[in-house]
């Protein structure tokens, strides 16, 4: 895609650009780097530029980024279903369900296996209600869950996040069409690499928990708005018996536009650049 035009009135519909978040990254901080290159770009101080669905600091793959009339756009695109490729570690929690926050809880891990998965993955299949994490933007009577939570987290030891979650946030009804074990590691997987520290990554904590060698798979998930991939991880876990949390997860498609063909932050920022 080439912006052949300085003017954003060139673009009556406006602009959508799915860009593949990088790794650490908050969606927010995404947002202002586009808004700032496209403010400077058309030289337009009061330009709208907002993201169509977030996605999580740990999280990778489709945000869908929208500039001018297109932030019109951002709730039907945010409507859409997804797909995403969700790594699970087994038999340890987190208060956050991901790596953001430290390992609470640990669990035996005896029942783990492919077999067992795939029968777990089968019972979180279908419409029904899920519990958002504690720690999610989901807003409570105008306040933000994970500014509850944080007060929590505060006092962890006296916390139970899953009870939290439970008795404050309300259950949503999503529907899950399909979720597939792509592959299975009884013994772990390495650590990942944390990719180049900038301002925005170095705000963003990663628990390393490689030298546990927690059984890990990664699992594909088609699902409707408003899924919680990491509660989606915790119900997986209890379904096992265990406890789990995400360690990696990729927004791969989100309506029709897919991760591979998504930009790159640096490609979206030369857009820009001319």
Same mark, same amino acid.
């Given at each position: ?81 997804k797909e995403y490729l969700a790594g699970i570690s087994f038999g340890a929690t987190t208060p956050s369900y991901d790596l953001e926050k430290e390992i609470d809880r640990t669990y035996p ?40 939570? !944080?007060?929590?987290? @505060?006092?962890?030891? =006296? *916390?139970?996040?899953?009870? &939290?979650? +439970?008795?404050? /946030?309300? $259950?949503? %009804?999503?529907?899950v069409h399909s979720a597939t074990l792509e592959s299975f590691s009884p013994d772990g997987i390495p650590p990942r690499d944390k990719g180049p520290e900038t301002v925005a990554s170095s705000r963003i904590h990663v628990t390393d928990t490689s030298q546990l060698h927690l059984p890990h798979a ?11 991939? !990491?509660?989606?991880? @915790?119900?997986?876990? =209890? *379904?096992?018996?265990?406890? &789990?949390? +995400?360690?990696? /997860?990729? $927004?791969? %498609? ?21």
């Amino acid at each position: 895609m080439i912006l052949a035009s300085h003017h954003i009135e060139d673009y009556p519909e406006g602009i959508v650009l799915a860009i593949d978040k990088p790794y650490r990254w908050t969606s927010a901080d995404v947002v202002r780097k586009v808004k700032f290159a496209a403010i400077r770009h058309f030289a337009k101080k009061n330009l709208k530029v907002g993201h169509a669905g977030t996605l999580d600091p740990l999280a990778t793959g489709v945000l869908l980024v929208c500039i001018g009339p297109a932030t019109r756009r951002a709730q039907t695109l945010q409507d859409h279903d997804k797909e995403y490729l969700a790594g699970i570690s087994f038999g340890a929690t987190t208060p956050s369900y991901d790596l953001e926050k430290e390992i609470d809880r640990t669990y035996p891990t005896d029942g783990v296996t492919p077999d067992a998965i795939r029968e777990a993955l089968a019972t979180l299949t279908g419409t029904y209600e899920q519990i958002a994490p504690l720690f999610s933007a989901k807003s409570v009577d105008g306040v933000r869950a994970y500014e509850m939570a !944080r007060k929590l987290y @505060r006092h962890r030891d =006296e *916390a139970d996040f899953d009870a &939290a979650a +439970l008795e404050i /946030l309300h $259950r949503s %009804r999503i529907t899950v069409h399909s979720a597939t074990l792509e592959s299975f590691s009884p013994d772990g997987i390495p650590p990942r690499d944390k990719g180049p520290e900038t301002v925005a990554s170095s705000r963003i904590h990663v628990t390393d928990t490689s030298q546990l060698h927690l059984p890990h798979a990664n699992v594909r998930i088609s699902c409707s708005k408003g899924t919680y991939i !990491r509660a989606f991880a @915790r119900d997986l876990g =209890e *379904a096992l018996g265990t406890g &789990a949390h +995400l360690d990696a /997860l990729c $927004r791969t %498609r989100s309506g029709d536009y897919r991760v591979e063909d998504a930009l790159s932050l640096e490609e979206t920022l030369k857009l820009f650049s001319w």
